[in-house]
């Protein structure tokens, strides 16, 4: 009998969490597929200045995936930090990032790149790019104002719209062919307009999520992410979704009990807790518990996602 399929689609965080936490699932084969719009940063400064795709989720992903996260996976995560500002070359990036950069260059390809590293690191899984195309993430604002950047975006105090490319962008064909022959599909955690639906919106890629068998799955942030999804219930996270041309057959959200002080404490950031307003939905929901509050922080907890996803993996149909 062959493994069960997995294809986890975003980027950030988020997305690493869910890969640490389903990797020591048996009878598995992960498939990260990362997308490459980010542009500030370590990673902004290198796709500037050497032309090539952003490259930072990936490196988390890889450090998450990783068989163990031994001293080389955390040295990908370095940051050289110069208090003095007297080595301006290298300040700020993470080795990680100067790593992929070299490779590429030597590789010629920066989809070789990553793979190369990822043998290095022992990476339990594939990890894909959505694009190896340099591009830019806009987001259309309620109030009709364009903004360019995917670091930009959230800094702007208003309701996104839409996000979207101004160029053609085309998905990498292991991309798409992951998500053809997946078993499940996992959206998130994270960012939904910056991370998870850059690479959504790859017409590719949504033809691909419109024609798989697999369950396509939505992991909903628990907190709303100031800038992006500002009085967002779940509903309005899966809609965001949909609007862009993903396919979602069940949302999954945390059962957990939210302490109130650390609610409050929140909303003084302008973040609020994620609730389920409506009783009927098109999608199922799947409430299960998710959270770990270390340190009074809201967090997704890679054992709980890990219990979640086996569960997902034991259910028949969509």
């Avoid at 992929?100 to 010629?108: D, K, N």
């Avoid at 920066?110 to 806009?138: D, H, M, R, Y």
């Avoid at 518990?289 to 996803?309: A, C, N, W, Y």
């Amino acid at each position: 009998m062959r493994n069960k399929r997995v294809v986890v689609i975003g980027g950030g965080h988020g997305q690493s969490t869910i890969c640490r936490g389903i990797k020591n699932i048996p009878n598995i084969d992960i498939t990260a597929i990362v997308t490459v719009a980010d542009d500030g940063g370590s990673t902004g400064r290198l796709r500037r200045e050497f032309n090539i795709p952003a490259m930072g989720d990936i490196r988390n992903v890889m450090v998450a995936l990783a068989e163990s996260e031994s001293t080389l996976s955390r040295l990908m995560n370095y940051r050289f930090e110069d208090p003095e500002g007297t080595c301006t070359d290298v300040q700020g990036h993470n080795l990680g990032n100067l790593i992929l950069t070299a490779l590429t260059q030597q590789c010629g390809s920066f989809l070789e790149a990553v793979q190369t590293i990822g043998q290095v690191l022992n990476v339990k899984g594939t990890i894909i790019p959505a694009t190896t195309q340099v591009i830019s993430l806009f987001a259309l604002m309620e109030d009709g104002v364009i903004v360019k950047g995917e670091a930009n975006i959230p800094n702007i105090s208003n309701h996104i719209s839409k996000v979207f490319y101004d160029e053609p962008v085309h998905a990498t064909p292991e991309a798409v062919d992951a998500i053809l022959h997946a078993d499940l599909i996992i959206y998130g955690i994270g960012s939904v307009y910056t991370s998870i639906l850059p690479n959504v919106i790859i017409p590719e890629i949504q033809d691909a999520l419109e024609h798989t068998r697999a369950r396509r799955v939505y992991f909903c942030n628990a907190m709303t992410q100031p800038g992006e999804t500002d009085g967002y219930g779940l509903e309005e996270h899966v809609q965001a979704l949909l609007d862009h041309g993903a396919a979602v057959d069940a949302a999954v959200v945390a059962s957990d009990r939210i302490d109130p002080k650390i609610i409050r404490r929140y909303k003084k950031e302008g973040s609020t807790h994620v609730n389920v307003h409506d009783s009927k939905h098109a999608y199922k929901v799947v409430k299960r518990s998710l959270l770990s509050f270390e340190d009074g922080l809201v967090r997704h907890d890679p054992k709980k996602i890990q219990r979640t996803v086996m569960y997902l993996l034991e259910q028949k149909g969509r």
